[in-house]
């Protein structure tokens, strides 16, 4: 797969036009793709920005120095200095041709200060690589040649290909993955910007407390102060709010501290907080930069210029600030709550139950318990011989017998029962009479066959008449 390399070529350009034709035209030959200053599109962005981001799209880079220095940036280097750092500093392999006795005409001619800074760039190149020297653009495209076509077998970079040279699978693969990784890069941000800063481990927070004097209304005998301690969260849960949205002003973050200050002392009961107005208090200003600071130190807040007049300064929540905060104010559980039904057990062999689960299993068991109790208490007996004369007192009337006023098992509710059936259950009333197969006063049940000492057995006492 044929490739072409991008090559950026930087030098001065008042004094050096026919050298940078020469230059261009022997990389063109050698299938490269020369980019300088000349070629430059029109762009929103300042100049120095739009060299930044062609350097670092380039895959090597060929600095060539005449007789001047060239026009100076904001730090009072040369823009040709200034590329050739930023080069070095991308990584890029770099190609240096120095002039070897530049002679300019008097119309070019630069100030001695110049000069003096053209030599000192001259030899920072000559100590830092091997550069090679020409004295006329013919010779200047010749060594260019040479040293472009031993760099690229030397040190091969990514290039440029042709798209449709490109397998279409092998297209849509990169363009997937380049969207997973942008995916990945912007998760990583957020996770990062919602995460402590490092090294918080070791600065005060949470239950930890601090001093806070605060200044208050002056009386006849001067200024008034009043001074407590107060835990760390407190304060961030009091001034976090203020700086969410919009930010807050000093202003607003020291009257906060001032509030709780003061909801601090009344709650407490302060003895020296009696008497004291409040009306007019404020943190006093070591303590306001002192809560300032180590609130930025734990990445919770920044300074920012205020948007409607950027001569002052607001307080802004930073996204791990926010986070905190959410948190501090969210209502806690108080307990947990009951499942409404039984939970499974688990797999694992040992198990930590929670004090609801304890609970609730020992209130069946003392159900059980009672019930246990109560039906061994009761006058039914399971009997070690079940006696055939029995079986009558368990018949109901049938359907063909008349009615008894009152009897609540009258023929509508009659059903049919199999005398011949045996009952795990025998009646112990003294009134059955054996001959007859009737009972006077008798309780009818249905058959249960689980064992009465793990049954719940419900009595109930009525006559037949």
């Known amino acids: 797969m044929a490739r072409r390399y991008q090559v950026f070529v930087s030098s001065t350009y008042e004094d050096l036009h026919e050298e940078r034709r020469e230059v261009m035209q022997a990389l063109l030959a050698l299938d490269c793709i020369p ?23 380039c895959d090597y880079y060929v600095v060539i120095v005449g007789g001047r220095y060239g026009s100076r940036g904001p730090a009072g280097k040369s823009f040709t200095e200034m590329e050739y750092d930023h080069a070095v500093q991308a990584g890029l392999p770099v190609l240096a041709f120095l002039h070897k006795g530049p002679v300019i005409a008097v119309s070019e001619s630069e100030t001695t200060e110049d000069g003096t800074l053209l030599g000192a760039f001259r030899a920072k190149i000559e100590a830092a690589r091997h550069a090679k020297y020409w004295s006329s653009a013919a010779e200047l495209a010749k060594v260019v040649t040479q040293g472009m076509y031993s760099l690229m077998r030397s040190k091969p970079r990514v290039g440029w290909v042709r ?30 910007s919602k995460s402590a800063p490092e090294g918080v481990e070791d600065l005060a927070q949470g239950a930890e407390t601090t001093r806070v004097t605060i200044e208050l209304e002056s009386n006849e005998w001067g200024p008034q102060t009043f001074s407590l301690d107060v835990r760390w969260d407190s304060l961030m849960q009091a001034v976090l709010p203020q700086s969410f949205g919009g930010g807050a002003t000093p202003e607003a973050v020291a009257n906060a501290v001032a509030s709780l200050a003061q909801r601090e002392a009344l709650a407490r009961h302060l003895p020296d907080a009696k008497g004291l107005s409040w009306q007019h208090s404020i943190a006093c200003r070591s303590d306001y930069g002192k809560i300032t600071n180590q609130m930025v130190a734990l990445g919770l807040i920044e300074a920012r210029p205020d948007p409607m007049n950027r001569v002052f300064t607001r307080w802004f929540a930073t996204p791990y600030g926010v986070a905190t905060g959410t948190r501090l104010f969210a209502v806690k559980r108080a307990q947990p709550v009951e499942a409404p039904y039984p939970r499974s057990a688990p797999s694992t062999p040992t198990r930590q139950r ?15 318990l009672d019930a246990i109790t109560q039906v061994q208490s009761s006058q039914w007996r399971r009997p070690k011989v079940w006696p055939s004369s029995c079986t009558a007192s368990l018949v109901r009337r049938s359907s063909s017998s008349a009615p008894s006023p009152g009897n609540p098992y009258n023929s509508s509710r009659s059903r049919n029962v199999d005398t011949t059936a045996e009952s795990p259950l025998t009646c112990a009333s003294p009134n059955t009479n054996v001959s007859t197969g009737t009972n006077r006063s008798c309780e009818v049940t249905p058959r249960i066959r689980t064992p009465v000492a793990y049954s719940r057995v419900r009595r109930s006492s009525r006559r037949v008449e």
Not at 44 to 51: N, Y
Not at 356 to 368: D, G, I, K, Y
């Open 35 to 57: 980019t300088g200053m000349e070629l430059f599109p029109a762009a929103d962005d300042d100049s120095w920005t739009i060299i930044q981001r062609f350097i670092e799209e």
């Open 163 to 192: 798209s449709d040279s490109v397998p279409e699978g092998a297209k849509d693969e990169l363009l997937r993955l380049r969207k997973e990784i942008d995916s990945l890069n912007e998760e990583l941000a957020t996770v990062k």
């Open 354 to 368: 929670s004090q609801n689960e304890v609970v609730r299993m020992s209130r069946r068991s003392t159900l059980l």
